[in-house]
Every structure is written in structure tokens, then in C-alpha cells.
């Protein structure tokens, strides 16, 4: 094999990590709001180059080459749309209104915050086995299981129920979650949405509340593999490494700066600014400004938001509009959740409303599966039908598809945090043995309860 082609199989092997993607680079740049005229035909006869056969070293800087030309396009005329990524802006297309401070005692907060983190990681580990299944591939493995509408964790199925998955779906193997089933995990296992939490709690400890773009950048290097990190985290730690750093490290070359990476780094935001969710979106911006611009900023501001105000409110409707009330109004993001809310509001079922993402979402593509709009609308889906039952809610954010384990781990955090630890049933926490692992340097294993009272301890330090 010549040097060449080593090359082109790396890229090849690599290509999140490249970031040369040119299909989801061209919707990417179509969805906020570039004027691609000029470019169009030179991507689609750029992609229908990798469909014809395997991608050289050649197409793979081309494909480089096309997404830095994105970069200096206008926006289109008639956009719809007002996204900035810097916060002055963004903070001035928000309401950003406040809610009451959190009063209680560290004691109370504790309670919340412990919810919040094991809602979290249940949420997470049900949806775990699922990830990158379609939602038809999903209910047929629960169907057979005597799992469907989901009430529990996913099962290895016996031989018949393995036999009738097989005529019905291409998943007829559990793969890679073969060790995540209820039989056999015994602990809540490494995930990179408990790996980021984590790292939130960690890097707000180490730096400081005045904490940087770039000490979170800093921080990664030094704590977390890159290949533990995907899409947009991928490519962000590639430009750091290569001296690119925030906020240009969110655009060069990353086609998946508005997907879910940043929304599922909220939490631990969120968790250390009980009442405080003007702070809580601003430490989001931070994080989220390294790898992120536009609508995939907005949506961790939105999660880190919802889980501050969720010390001191109990409506899910309300938490919702209060996590909302950080982001700009004439966003993307914004209007897709305010049409959820609005469906609740007009008595919609839950069916209709995730048939209603599904229309407009392809799950199908990665683009479509792992953007931030659509996953962001099933937290909330999951959060107003889930009828205050913890369960049911985390159910309900696994069973659409999309990104299971984010959005079931986002919708258990919220209803973590509102309900307290106590309100979390046996049969979802149990199996964990309060017992959490992650992939970051120095926390590789640890006392879910232990993680809970060192947030806590420093979140009832930093309230005001």
C-alpha cells in the first residue's frame, strides 16, 4: 500500500474527526441561512464523487476546501432568522428574565441535585443501547421483549423472541449494548453525557467561576481522550491541537457545529446555579462557544437554564419557557419548542407530536438525527407528556429515536431536579449500586452519591 493510500484510509476511518463531510456541511450551511448559489453545484458534484467509489486524499481536501468556503458566504436574503453566537447578542434577542433565588438549605439542594444527576443517569443508560437505532428498530426489539410502550431497561430477548426480531428488523443483535442490558449492568457505565457532566462540575472547581472558552478547551486536552469525544467535540479538540482556538475552533471545518454535543454539556451548569439561570446560560455560552455556534449554543443555554430553574419551579411547562426565556427569540431553536408547547396547550397526544418531529426531521440522515432542534424537542415532548411520572418521562424521550441517550438522560435530569433523589423509583436506580463510571482522567470510578454531595458542597458555596 502506498503512502497515498494509508492517508485515504485514515481519512477515510476518520472522517468525523476531519470534518470533511461535505452532504451535511452543505444542508448545515442551507439551514442557517447561507447563500449557496454559487457553491451548490460544486458540493453536490463533490458528494456524488464519494457515492461513485472510495474517497481519495485528494476529495478529502477538496471536501476540507468547500467547507472553508462556506464560511465566507452571505446569508441569504429573506432569512427568517436572527442567530448570533456572541452573548451580548444573544442576550439581546432574549427575554432573559429571572426567577426566584433558591432559599433552601444545602441540605435540600442536595436532595435536588442527587435527583438531577441519577435522573440523569438512568435516563442515560436507557437510552443507551438504542442509540443510532431508528425508532421502528427500537419498537420492534421492545415489542418483542414484552417492553413496549418501555417500562424498563432493555433485555437480551430468548431465542423465539430473537427469531421474530430477526423477520421484522435488521437489529437482531443487541451489538455493541450487549453488556447494557438489565441483567447485566451493575453499575451506570462510561458515556460521554456523564463524562461531560463531570467535566462541568471538574472544570468550574479547577478554574473558577470566571472560567474561559479557552480554559474549557485547556481543560479537555488534559482530561479526556479525543476519541471519547464525537462530531463537533471531535473536530473542536483537533483545531485546539492544531493552535485553532474559540471561537474559531466551532467553524473550521466542524459541519456539525449545530448538533446535540453542546446540549448534552449542560448539566452540571445548570446543577451549580440553583435559581440562577441567567449565570447557568452564560457558563453554557462558554462551554458551548468552543464547538458550537448558533442553535447548537442555544440549546445548551436552554438545558443548563431549564435545570437552574427547576430548584424553584415545578412546572415543566414553566421550566421550559423559563430555560426559553435565555435564548433569542427569532431562533430556529426557539420557535420549534414553542411549537411544542403550543400542542400540549391544544391538547395534542404525544403520538402527534412525535409524528409531528418526525415529519420534519429525517432520522435517517445524521444530520437529521443528531441536530440539536429535533433532540431538543423531544426533551421537551418527554418533559409535558410525561405526566409527572419519572418513568414514563424517560420513556418518552427514548421511544421517538433520535438520540436516545441524550435526550432520556436530559428529560431524567430535569424531573431529577424538580422531584428530589427520594422520587426516583427503586427499579430505575437500584441496579446502579450508586456506582458511576467515566472516561476522564482521575474519575474513572466513583460513588454517584459522593459526585452528588462535592456538587452540592460547591453549588451552596456559589449562590450568590
Known amino acids: 500500500m502506498t503512502h497515498d493510500e494509508l492517508i485515504a484510509q485514515w481519512m477515510n476511518k476518520q472522517e468525523y474527526l476531519e470534518g470533511s463531510d461535505p452532504e451535511v456541511e452543505l444542508t448545515q450551511a442551507r439551514e442557517e441561512g447561507r447563500d449557496v448559489t454559487n457553491i451548490e453545484a460544486d458540493f453536490l458534484d463533490h458528494i456524488q464523487l464519494k457515492k461513485q467509489g472510495k474517497p481519495d486524499v485528494a476529495w478529502h481536501w477538496r471536501a476540507a476546501e468547500l467547507c472553508d468556503e462556506v464560511q465566507d458566504l452571505p446569508m441569504a436574503d429573506g432569512y427568517a432568522y436572527i442567530e448570533p453566537s456572541d452573548l451580548t447578542a444573544i442576550r439581546n434577542g432574549s427575554k432573559n428574565s429571572s426567577v426566584n433565588e433558591f432559599n433552601g438549605s444545602q441540605s435540600e439542594l442536595l436532595k435536588k441535585l442527587h435527583g438531577g444527576l441519577l435522573g440523569r443517569i438512568c435516563g442515560c443508560m436507557l437510552g443507551k443501547p438504542f442509540e443510532l437505532w431508528h425508532r421502528a428498530e427500537i419498537q420492534v426489539w421492545c415489542e418483542e421483549t414484552g417492553n413496549w410502550p418501555i417500562i424498563d431497561y432493555v433485555r437480551e430477548p430468548n431465542d423465539h423472541e430473537r427469531s421474530e426480531i430477526a423477520n421484522k428488523s435488521k437489529r437482531s443483535s443487541l451489538g455493541w449494548a450487549e453488556n447494557w442490558t438489565r441483567e447485566k449492568l451493575a453499575c451506570a457505565v462510561e458515556d460521554d453525557d456523564i463524562n461531560y457532566t463531570i467535566a462541568g462540575f471538574d472544570l468550574v472547581k479547577s478554574y473558577g467561576v470566571d472560567f474561559r472558552s479557552v480554559d474549557v478547551a485547556e481543560y479537555w486536552c488534559k482530561n479526556l481522550p479525543i476519541f471519547n469525544l464525537y462530531t463537533a467535540e471531535r473536530v473542536a479538540y483537533r483545531n485546539f491541537v492544531m493552535s485553532i482556538m474559540p471561537p474559531d475552533s466551532a467553524t473550521h471545518r466542524n459541519p456539525y457545529r449545530e448538533w446535540i454535543g453542546a446540549q448534552i454539556r449542560a448539566d452540571a451548569f445548570g446543577y451549580l446555579n440553583p435559581g440562577n439561570p441567567t449565570r447557568a446560560s452564560e457558563w453554557a455560552w462558554r462551554d458551548a462557544s468552543i464547538s458550537h455556534i448558533k442553535n447548537g449554543i442555544y440549546g445548551e443555554m436552554w438545558v443548563a437554564a431549564m435545570l437552574a430553574s427547576a430548584y424553584v419551579l415545578n412546572g415543566f411547562e414553566e421550566i421550559i419557557l423559563a430555560g426559553l426565556a435565555q435564548i433569542p427569540t427569532q431562533s430556529r431553536l426557539h420557535e420549534a419548542i414553542v411549537h411544542i408547547v403550543e400542542a400540549k396547550r391544544e391538547g395534542k397526544s404525544y403520538d402527534e407530536v412525535v409524528e ?69 423509583p427503586e427499579n430505575w436506580s437500584g441496579l446502579f449500586n450508586d456506582t458511576m463510571r467515566s472516561q476522564l482522567l482521575n474519575w474513572r470510578e466513583l460513588k454517584i452519591s459522593d459526585l452528588a454531595r462535592q456538587m452540592a458542597t460547591l453549588a451552596f458555596e456559589l449562590r450568590h
Open 356 to 424: 409531528m418531529v418526525h415529519n420534519r426531521w429525517d432520522e435517517k440522515t445524521a444530520h437529521g438525527w443528531c441536530h440539536t432542534i429535533p433532540n431538543a424537542q423531544v426533551v421537551a415532548i418527554a418533559l409535558l407528556w410525561g405526566e409527572g411520572d419519572f418513568g414514563l418521562t424517560i420513556s418518552r424521550a427514548v421511544m421517538p429515536g433520535f438520540d436516545t441517550d441524550c435526550n432520556g438522560a436530559t428529560a431524567g435530569s430535569v424531573w431529577g431536579i424538580v422531584n428530589g433523589v427520594d422520587a426516583i
